[in-house]
């Protein structure tokens, strides 16, 4: 569990050189240009991950990594290019390309623009300054996403992502500010 309510990150938190801050007990942050905050310690295989989110801008953009490695992010060369990143894990995106597209993607964040059955969504915009709660819960290969309570996106990965390299969360973005708050991460027993 983590409520931000302090003055620095702490050693809990690995920082690949985004801006983040804490302020009035939320991390914030903007122009983070997919360098990720990843939380040092390990996930387990299946998880609940429950955090509040609010999008501070317009263009929406609200996003997290997870079952990542702690350490990639996109460098400088690549984001003054912008060119497409590829992360290490799976990347839950709401309201990304100018709060047009939710998604969830297996390390590739473009990959609902040229495959087949990658969840995707186009019906629903961050509205900037209201507060979300995000899920995210994986038993196995399911992964489930709801927002407020309410089912989101979802994917069957045969293959999952797991293990070392593969256990860690971040929040990221690219442009937006967002603040995040109140994070807790509960293990679930395999059904």
Do not use: C
Request: hydrophobic share 30%; net charge negative.
């Amino acid at each position: 569990m983590d409520t931000f309510d302090r003055a620095e990150l702490g050693s809990d938190w690995f920082n690949t050189g985004g801006p983040y801050r804490l302020e009035g007990g939320a991390l914030v942050f903007s122009k983070a240009h997919n360098h990720p905050l990843w939380l040092t310690r390990p996930l387990p295989d299946d998880v609940q991950i429950d955090f509040d989110v609010v999008g501070h801008s317009p263009e929406g953009d609200l996003k997290v990594e997870v079952f990542g490695d702690g350490k990639r992010f996109e460098d400088d060369e690549s984001v003054q290019r912008d060119l497409q990143y590829t992360a290490s894990g799976y990347v839950f995106i709401y309201g990304g390309w100018n709060n047009r597209i939710s998604t969830l993607v297996r390390q590739r964040e473009h990959a609902w623009q040229y495959e087949r059955g990658v969840p995707v969504r186009q019906d629903v915009r961050v509205i900037p300054g209201q507060r979300y709660h995000w899920t995210i819960t994986r038993r196995g290969g399911h992964l489930e996403w709801s927002v407020d309570g309410q089912p989101f996106l979802s994917w069957d990965d045969p293959q999952p992502l797991k293990g070392e390299g593969h256990d860690r969360f971040a929040f990221d973005g690219w442009e937006s500010e967002v603040s995040f708050d109140d994070l807790k991460i509960t293990p679930l027993e395999r059904r």
